[in-house]
């Protein structure tokens, strides 16, 4: 039987979210420079999008760049910044053609003026689309938005407009980025790095985790679908034991 035909459809995922690593490595693997990773990542992204609108999986969120990222060389980043831009005019059509929602967290503001309104022009045109909700995540860190959340209620609080008391998991939920989209159920990284690197820290609270070795221009459906089947191999017992989930 093919691995997708054994993903049992009633318990797949709601939300993946992808730390998508690795493109560096693949490339200068093979003698390139390591933009030509990230033009090969983009393949992986249109596979895994497309896996994922089949399924259906509603919510897809990839870390596309992080906060930390703007650290790396000018070149490096000019070069991601470009290819966003170019990914962007290029997939609108397969977007609409599929209604997918396209949707956005991070310092969007931080981003160069060119893919800024590219990427408002873009969520603009697929804010009515509904099969899936698909998230980038671009000069994304969960602590600067953690921080822009505490100052956010925190004014809130100046202005008498909520009180301390009031304050809840829910309050700071609906402050996040992440506040139209369900808590991960599942967090995908790719090329052997077994760590978070600052990504969705308060939405991978009870996420199942899955570490893989292959580099991300080399992810494709079938590897996507292994990650879902080994997901639902798991119990998920949220605090409680094995017992009262069985009984
Ligand atoms: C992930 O690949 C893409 C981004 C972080 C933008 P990397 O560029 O981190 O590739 P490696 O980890 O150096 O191989
Ligand atoms: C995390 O990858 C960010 C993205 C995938 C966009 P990095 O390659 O930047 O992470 P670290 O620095 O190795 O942890
Ligand atoms: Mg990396």
């Known amino acids: 039987m093919e691995l997708k035909d054994q993903i049992e459809l009633s318990k797949l995922p709601k939300h993946i979210a992808i730390i998508m690593d690795g493109n560096g490595r693949w490339a200068k693997k093979q003698g390139y420079f390591r933009s030509f990773g990230h033009e090969n990542g983009t393949k992986a992204v249109r596979d895994i999008v497309e896996a994922c609108a089949e399924l259906p999986v509603p919510y897809l969120t990839l870390f596309a760049f992080s906060t930390e990222n703007w650290n790396r060389p000018k070149i490096e980043v000019n070069t991601l910044m470009k290819l966003l831009v170019s990914s962007l005019k290029k997939e609108i059509k397969t977007l609409q053609e599929n209604n997918i929602k396209l949707n956005a967290i991070g310092d969007l503001e931080a981003l160069p003026k060119k893919a800024y309104d590219e990427l408002e022009d873009v969520l603009e045109k697929t804010k009515n689309n509904s099969r899936m909700t698909l998230t980038l995540a671009l000069s994304y860190g969960s602590r600067e938005e953690i921080t822009k959340t505490i100052k956010e209620i925190s004014l ?33 990284r ?47 017992r949220f605090g409680k034991t094995s017992e009262q989930l069985n009984s």
């Open 190 to 236: 790719t090329s052997g790095e077994q760590r978070i690197s600052n990504f969705l820290l308060w939405q991978i609270a009870y996420a199942e985790l899955y570490f893989t070795e292959i580099l991300w221009p080399d992810y494709r459906k079938k590897d996507l679908f292994e990650a879902i089947l080994n997901y639902q191999n798991r119990e998920r």
């Open 156 to 188: 809130k609080v100046k202005n008498n407009l909520i009180s301390p008391q009031d304050i809840d998991e829910s309050v700071i939920n609906n402050h996040l980025y992440t506040r139209d989209l369900p808590d991960v159920d599942l967090l995908i």
